[in-house]
């Protein structure tokens, strides 16, 4: 009997317990409300997509989703985070049906909901009052979890009347603390506050630049019996650009989908075109065995090659311990190894203008924005995720750092957003 009793009572206090948690995180209210609050900060990325650019908009959008952000219950704040990570992410395992992995998709989807879920959950304990909760969400600006840092809360702003300033953006904050106890005063302050987005202008360099618009399908980009006609196409683009006198063209990330410093062949013709052009584009350089995605420049018969300095995390690194680093490799890619990366960023000499070579993901950390270039060249793929927002999200983090570092950026993308961002 005093065993019948135990398990019954540990079954009731089951019930409890899986009543409680469903009624705590499951219920109807709480999801749906952070839906709406999520959706208020992340519409800006849809809205830029379908070429929506309405600032007023976006600016309600940031103010009541921060708003949402800063006051609601703790149990709501966990779902807007889930559909945070959802929203902004939902495109990352797109890149797994590459590897005949098409199954993980939907798993990569509800992980990034319940990453950001899990980060959203231990602020909504930690932020115990709307000012805490608004320090939490300044301090997201230096959080890159596992080194990936395209959650940049700051970036809510860049296409309202606000500006995207680190310090500005905490100010921001601090004004929608203020608004939750005195409205009129909060909305008089956010006012004031719109007037420090002013626009700065740049000097852009006395060069024609081509950036042609590709859009080669990634499920062709690495067949051997496609890489004939691809190395064709480029060299069909460089000699289109000088025809048309240009003083540079760039190509995208791994426009020469192929080993290229040991490709002599290939090498020799793109010298030679460089008596006419400079070129810049993207190829693979195998190094004592090891191999690096590469930026390569060409110019009057000589090239250079800028090795990434920042790979991206789970794509081309995986930063975990070298045993499960292995395990992972073994088990999704075939035992394929990590890239390897450079130390140090490198700048390009084109015509007496120094330009900051980024490769894709790298140009949008800080780290290749050091000493604050004037002038970057950014070559990416985006090929590998779309149809879907990553180009757009892509574009706005680029133009978040141009403003942040004053930054003229030249990027060319394959089937991403090409085109100069100013800051």
């Not at 899986?18 to 499951?26: E, I, T």
């Amino acid at each position: 009997m005093e065993v019948k009793k135990q398990i019954y009572l540990s079954h009731l206090a089951y019930e409890s317990f899986d009543k409680k948690f469903s009624r705590n995180y499951f219920s109807t209210f709480y999801i749906i409300k952070g839906f709406f609050i999520a959706l208020c900060l992340s519409l800006f990325i849809y809205l830029e997509y379908f070429s929506l650019h309405v600032e007023i908009l976006n600016t309600i959008l940031a103010v009541i989703g921060f708003y949402g952000l800063l006051t609601c219950e703790k149990k709501t704040l966990t779902w807007v985070g889930f559909f945070i990570g959802v929203f902004w992410f939902y495109w990352i395992g797109f890149g797994f049906g590459y590897y005949d992995l098409v199954y993980l998709i939907p798993l990569v989807i509800i992980g990034f909901g319940l990453i950001y879920g899990l980060f959203f959950w231990i602020i909504s304990f930690a932020g115990i009052t709307p000012e805490i909760r608004a320090l939490l969400m300044f301090g997201f600006v230096f959080f890159s979890p596992f080194g990936f840092n395209w959650f940049k809360p700051e970036l809510i702003l860049i296409n309202s009347y606000f500006s995207t300033d680190i310090y500005l953006y905490g100010l921001f904050l601090i004004i929608i603390t203020i608004m939750i106890r005195w409205k009129i005063v909060g909305i008089l302050l956010l006012i004031a506050l719109s007037f420090f987005n002013k626009p700065v202008h740049v000097e852009l360099p006395k060069l024609d630049i081509a950036i042609p618009i590709t859009n080669l399908d990634q499920n062709k980009k690495w067949k051997k019996e496609y890489r004939k006609e691809i190395v064709e196409q480029n060299f069909f683009l460089i000699k289109k650009a000088i025809k048309s006198k240009k003083d540079l063209i760039i190509l995208h990330e791994s426009a020469f989908p192929l080993y290229l410093n040991l490709e002599l062949k290939t090498l020799n013709r793109l010298k030679k075109l460089s008596y006419e052009i400079a070129i810049v584009t993207g190829g693979l350089h195998v190094k004592e065995n090891l191999v690096y995605n590469s930026s390569y420049f060409f110019s009057n018969g000589k090239f250079e090659i800028a090795d990434k300095v920042v790979l991206v995390p789970f794509g081309e690194k995986i930063p975990l311990p070298k045993w499960a680093v292995d395990i992972i490799n073994n088990i999704f890619f075939n035992g394929a190894d990590d890239y390897k990366n450079a130390q140090n960023v490198f700048d390009f000499e084109i015509k007496n203008y120094s330009f900051r070579n980024a490769i894709c993901y790298e140009a949008t950390t800080d780290k290749l924005y050091e000493n604050s270039p004037k002038y970057m060249i950014a070559i990416s793929n985006n090929a590998w995720f779309t149809p879907s927002i990553e180009p757009t999200l892509q574009n706005l983090l680029l133009k978040l750092h141009a403003k942040k570092y004053n930054t003229i950026i030249y990027h060319s993308a394959n089937s991403g957003i090409s085109g100069i961002i100013t800051p």
